[in-house]
């Protein structure tokens, strides 16, 4: 038990060490570090920066897209080209998407063909798309196959009059002519259902280019759409899932309500033909009055498909938190809780999709029992007109030569009848049709409202705040922003949580704070946890509103931020060195694994890549590198860019102290000027300057380390540490004292 007392001495003992050092080195640092700097290095890196980004700009005409769409090409996926949205289309198009009414009913309705106009925009942007090809030959095959079909009835008909009069020799020839209609009806069908694929894929294609276009734009729009907008809840199901069928949909109910048109235009012709125009009056009337009765008992299908889509999402969000969050969860035992979140969304999504099906038993009862049953009621009727009453239809069926009457009546029978069960069926999937517009309804509202909250953010416009006395609102926003400045310097400048939808606007956490770090001015913030501290990277970098005053700082190329959490992406060992840049960058700009090996050495990382197998191996890295070794990484990345300025926020509490005051003196030695976030003393030495947030209504307090002040309070903390060891002994003698005491007692 005596081992447990020798640690508290020796932490009292080095943290006293390590105290008296920061006070000797703090009063020696000074700008001469950073005068060291390596300049010509980090100018050869920042102009390969603005090349490089110049090869990427978002100007660019076109770029590869990389479509997987075979099992091949999975392996070798072949490169696309499509064009990247340019900014005066996106400028363009916001006018187009404004924002969302919420109280408005989704539904087939004006709206709904507002908002599918303007997304056609994005899907059809022209005639001279492929798009409108494929629709143009999808035509013509929906043509073809509506004039095979009345060949077919016609056809039928002969079969059954030749059965009928016994011509043995002419049934047998229009059997032949059966089956050689056979392969080109064939043929149009495969080619119709391939062409609608082909169609959605297009649509698809080109939506999520321009979402993911507006989605990871520069104004981080995906970050914003979480943090600074509470519109839309997982972009992530409407991105892939909801998008894939609002494409489906669209693309099948161009087939699904074309065809059946076409149909019900020429076979109903034909019928005139034969059943004579009382036998069309008959059948006009009845089309109408079925339309209109389903209609009245139709549900409101297009609101039905939007909340499935939103339950599925809010299915997929708890799995993909589950995944994201597996190890923690793992450790807390949290398996039950989690399993009983899953099922409790799974329940949410599978009651409603049930009440869909209820819903739907009535619903399709009613359609079959019209469109099958009174319709080919009808039907029958209508043909019976020429039989029984040819001077109310105003035509009789042609005798042909050497044809009996009743033979001449069976074929026109025939051919009626199935003239008759094409039509049924026609009209069934226009009936069918309406059930699709009114899901696609849902489906467009959804992909509508998520191109609309892209759009306003993108356009810097956030969600008005419900109270128009907050102090600090989303649509409200003051504070000026100076861009490319050799320095960060805030001038009256409040850190104001955003608080989307929250009634009271967003909370101040620090009061009008006035800043300034010039190149080589080491800055250390601190405070208690949840003070604002990040909140102020927050505001450098961007990702939240200066609401009011000014916030000069450099280009982004300039400044690197390391965040709290470290990320670890999809890719090779090389890439995690290199994140945010891919290999190509790396290789444009002769940068070579050599030197990334050298920058591993920095970071006491240089055994990783023989460890894992080479700098091509791929894993998923954030579950083979430990805690420390992520914030490794991390610190490798910023050595690999060489920024003037970087962000280190609590980016290496996992990092030994000896290695960790190495990388920091290396990021010095370089030229980087550092702005660290941390709790911990033993990194006042690095910096010349604290910001010391307080958290007391919003108040801060500046110091320059190494002042006399500075001095004061560490002597102070000096003291009250030799106060701690003096008392090691008595906490010895104490601990030996229970030691007894347990043993006896065992
Ligand atoms: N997106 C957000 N919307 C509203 N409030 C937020 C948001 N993100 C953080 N906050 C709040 O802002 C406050 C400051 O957060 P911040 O992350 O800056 O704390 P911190 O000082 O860095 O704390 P720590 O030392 O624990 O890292 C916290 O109270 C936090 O709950």
């Given at each position: 038990?005596?081992?447990?007392?020798?640690?508290?001495?020796?932490?009292?003992?080095?943290?006293?060490?390590?105290?008296?050092?920061?006070?000797?080195?703090?009063?020696?640092?000074?700008?001469?570090?950073?005068?060291?700097?390596?300049?010509?290095?980090?100018?050869?890196?920042?102009?390969?920066?603005?090349?490089?980004?110049?090869?990427?700009?978002?100007?660019?005409?076109?770029?590869?897209?990389?479509?997987?769409?075979?099992?091949?090409?999975?392996?070798?996926?072949?490169?696309?080209?499509?064009?990247?949205?340019?900014?005066?289309?996106?400028?363009?198009?916001?006018?187009?998407?404004?924002?969302?009414?919420?109280?408005?009913?989704?539904?087939?309705?004006?709206?709904?063909?507002r908002q599918l106009k303007a997304i056609a925009k994005?899907?059809?942007?022209?005639?001279?798309?492929?798009?409108?090809?494929?629709?143009?030959?999808?035509?013509?095959?929906?043509?073809?196959?509506?004039?095979?079909?009345?060949?077919?009835?016609?056809?039928d008909g002969r079969i059954v009059k030749n059965l009928?009069?016994?011509?043995?020799?002419?049934?047998?020839?229009?059997?032949?002519?059966?089956?050689?209609?056979?392969?080109?009806?064939?043929?149009?069908?495969?080619?119709?259902?391939?062409?609608?694929?082909?169609?959605?894929?297009?649509?698809?294609?080109?939506?999520?280019?321009?979402?993911?276009?507006?989605?990871?734009?520069?104004?981080?729009?995906?970050?914003?759409?979480?943090?600074?907008?509470?519109?839309?809840?997982?972009?992530?199901?409407?991105?892939?899932?909801?998008?894939?069928?609002?494409?489906?949909?669209?693309?099948?109910?161009?087939?699904?309500?074309?065809?059946?048109?076409?149909?019900?235009?020429?076979?109903?012709?034909?019928?005139?033909?034969?059943?004579?125009?009382?036998?069309?009056?008959?059948?006009?009337?009845?089309?109408?009055?079925?339309?209109?009765?389903?209609?009245?008992?139709?549900?409101?299908?297009?609101?039905?498909?939007?909340?499935?889509?939103?339950?599925?999402?809010?299915?997929?969000?708890?799995?993909?938190?589950?995944?994201?969050?597996?190890?923690?969860?793992?450790?807390?035992?949290?398996?039950?809780?989690?399993?009983?979140?899953?099922?409790?969304?799974?329940?949410?999504?599978?009651?409603?999709?049930?009440?869909?099906?209820?819903?739907?038993?009535?619903?399709?009862?009613?359609?079959?029992?019209?469109?099958?049953?009174?319709?080919?009621?009808?039907?029958?009727?209508?043909?019976?007109?020429?039989?029984?009453?040819?001077?109310?239809?105003?035509?009789?069926?042609?005798?042909?030569?050497?044809?009996?009457?009743?033979?001449?009546?069976?074929?026109?029978?025939?051919?009626?009848?199935?003239?008759?069960?094409?039509?049924?069926?026609?009209?069934?999937?226009?009936?069918?049709?309406?059930?699709?517009?009114?899901?696609?309804?849902?489906?467009?509202?959804?992909?509508?409202?998520?191109?609309?909250?892209?759009?306003?953010?993108?356009?810097?416009?956030?969600?008005?705040?419900?109270?128009?006395?907050?102090?600090?609102?989303?649509?409200?926003?003051?504070?000026?922003?100076?861009?490319?400045?050799?320095?960060?310097?805030?001038?009256?400048?409040?850190?104001?949580?955003?608080?989307?939808?929250?009634?009271?606007?967003?909370?101040?956490?620090?009061?009008?704070?006035?800043?300034?770090?010039?190149?080589?001015?080491?800055?250390?913030?601190?405070?208690?946890?949840?003070?604002?501290?990040?909140?102020?990277?927050?505001?450098?970098?961007?990702?939240?509103?200066?609401?009011?005053?000014?916030?000069?700082?450099?280009?982004?190329?300039?400044?690197?931020?390391?965040?709290?959490?470290?990320?670890?992406?999809?890719?090779?060992?090389?890439?995690?060195?290199?994140?945010?840049?891919?290999?190509?960058?790396?290789?444009?700009?002769?940068?070579?694994?050599?030197?990334?090996?050298?920058?591993?050495?920095?970071?006491?990382?240089?055994?990783?890549?023989?460890?894992?197998?080479?700098?091509?191996?791929?894993?998923?890295?954030?579950?083979?590198?430990?805690?420390?070794?992520?914030?490794?990484?991390?610190?490798?990345?910023?050595?690999?860019?060489?920024?003037?300025?970087?962000?280190?926020?609590?980016?290496?509490?996992?990092?030994?102290?000896?290695?960790?005051?190495?990388?920091?003196?290396?990021?010095?030695?370089?030229?980087?000027?550092?702005?660290?976030?941390?709790?911990?003393?033993?990194?006042?030495?690095?910096?010349?300057?604290?910001?010391?947030?307080?958290?007391?209504?919003?108040?801060?307090?500046?110091?320059?380390?190494?002042?006399?002040?500075?001095?004061?309070?560490?002597?102070?903390?000096?003291?009250?540490?030799?106060?701690?060891?003096?008392?090691?002994?008595?906490?010895?003698?104490?601990?030996?004292?229970?030691?007894?005491?347990?043993?006896?007692?065992?």
């Amino acid at each position: 038990m005596q081992t447990f007392s020798k640690p508290v001495a020796e932490t009292v003992a080095s943290a006293l060490a390590q105290r008296k050092a920061q006070l000797a080195s703090a009063a020696v640092v000074s700008f001469a570090g950073a005068l060291l700097v390596n300049s010509r290095r980090r100018q050869a890196a920042a102009d390969q920066k603005k090349n490089d980004l110049h090869l990427h700009s978002r100007n660019e005409a076109v770029e590869r897209v990389l479509l997987p769409f075979s099992q091949q090409s999975i392996q070798k996926p072949p490169k696309t080209l499509l064009a990247i949205t340019s900014q005066e289309t996106i400028r363009q198009h916001k006018r187009f998407f404004k924002p969302v009414d919420t109280l408005q009913k989704v539904g087939v309705n004006k709206e709904f063909i507002r908002q599918l106009k303007a997304i056609a925009k994005i899907i059809m942007p022209s005639f001279k798309t492929k798009e409108f090809l494929l629709i143009v030959l999808h035509s013509i095959f929906l043509v073809l196959r509506t004039w095979l079909s009345v060949v077919v009835a016609r056809l039928d008909g002969r079969i059954v009059k030749n059965l009928v009069a016994a011509n043995g020799r002419a049934f047998a020839l229009s059997l032949v002519e059966w089956f050689a209609i056979a392969i080109p009806a064939t043929y149009t069908n495969s080619m119709i259902r391939y062409l609608q694929s082909k169609l959605s894929i297009g649509f698809r294609t080109r939506l999520t280019r321009y979402v993911h276009d507006l989605y990871l734009d520069d104004k981080n729009a995906f970050y914003r759409i979480i943090n600074l907008d509470n519109r839309i809840q997982g972009a992530d199901q409407f991105i892939t899932t909801d998008i894939a069928k609002f494409c489906d949909t669209l693309a099948s109910l161009y087939s699904n309500l074309a065809k059946p048109l076409l149909d019900t235009v020429i076979f109903n012709y034909q019928l005139t033909k034969s059943i004579g125009m009382a036998g069309m009056v008959g059948l006009f009337v009845n089309y109408m009055v079925t339309a209109r009765l389903l209609r009245a008992v139709t549900p409101s299908f297009g609101k039905l498909a939007a909340i499935e889509a939103k339950l599925e999402g809010d299915f997929r969000g708890a799995h993909t938190r589950l995944i994201t969050n597996a190890e923690e969860i793992a450790f807390y035992n949290g398996a039950d809780l989690e399993h009983s979140i899953l099922e409790k969304t799974y329940m949410r999504l599978i009651k409603h999709i049930n009440s869909i099906y209820k819903i739907r038993i009535t619903y399709n009862m009613f359609e079959d029992f019209l469109i099958k049953y009174v319709w080919s009621a009808f039907g029958l009727g209508m043909c019976a007109i020429p039989v029984f009453l040819p001077e109310w239809a105003g035509t009789v069926i042609p005798v042909k030569a050497g044809d009996s009457p009743e033979s001449s009546r069976t074929r026109g029978f025939i051919t009626n009848k199935r003239l008759m069960i094409s039509l049924s069926d026609a009209g069934g999937r226009m009936m069918y049709s309406y059930k699709e517009l009114a899901e696609l309804a849902g489906y467009t509202s959804r992909v509508y409202n998520l191109l609309s909250v892209l759009h306003s953010l993108h356009a810097n416009e956030f969600q008005s705040s419900e109270n128009p006395d907050a102090q600090y609102s989303l649509d409200n926003i003051q504070g000026k922003i100076i861009a490319n400045y050799n320095g960060i310097e805030f001038k009256q400048a409040p850190i104001v949580t955003p608080a989307p939808g929250n009634e009271r606007g967003g909370e101040m956490l620090v009061k009008d704070l006035n800043v300034s770090v010039k190149p080589g001015e080491h800055l250390l913030i601190t405070g208690p946890n949840g003070v604002g501290k990040t909140a102020v990277a927050r505001v450098i970098s961007g990702l939240w509103p200066l609401f009011s005053g000014c916030l000069a700082k450099p280009g982004t190329d300039d400044i690197f931020y390391i965040p709290q959490r470290p990320y670890l992406s999809i890719g090779s060992l090389r890439d995690q060195v290199i994140y945010p840049h891919s290999h190509e960058d790396m290789l444009r700009e002769g940068r070579t694994d050599k030197e990334l090996l050298e920058i591993l050495n920095v970071v006491h990382l240089a055994y990783i890549p023989d460890r894992e197998g080479g700098w091509e191996t791929k894993k998923e890295w954030k579950d083979v590198f430990s805690g420390g070794e992520k914030q490794r990484i991390g610190m490798a990345r910023m050595f690999y860019h060489q920024p003037k300025f970087a962000v280190l926020d609590e980016c290496t509490s996992a990092v030994s102290t000896d290695v960790e005051g190495l990388m920091y003196n290396h990021a010095k030695d370089t030229g980087i000027t550092l702005i660290t976030i941390s709790h911990r003393p033993a990194l006042f030495r690095y910096h010349q300057h604290l910001l010391r947030l307080t958290g007391d209504h919003g108040a801060w307090e500046m110091e320059t380390i190494g002042t006399k002040e500075q001095q004061l309070s560490l002597e102070k903390e000096i003291q009250a540490l030799q106060g701690q060891l003096k008392e090691v002994e008595t906490m010895r003698t104490r601990l030996q004292a229970i030691d007894t005491e347990l043993s006896l007692k065992v």
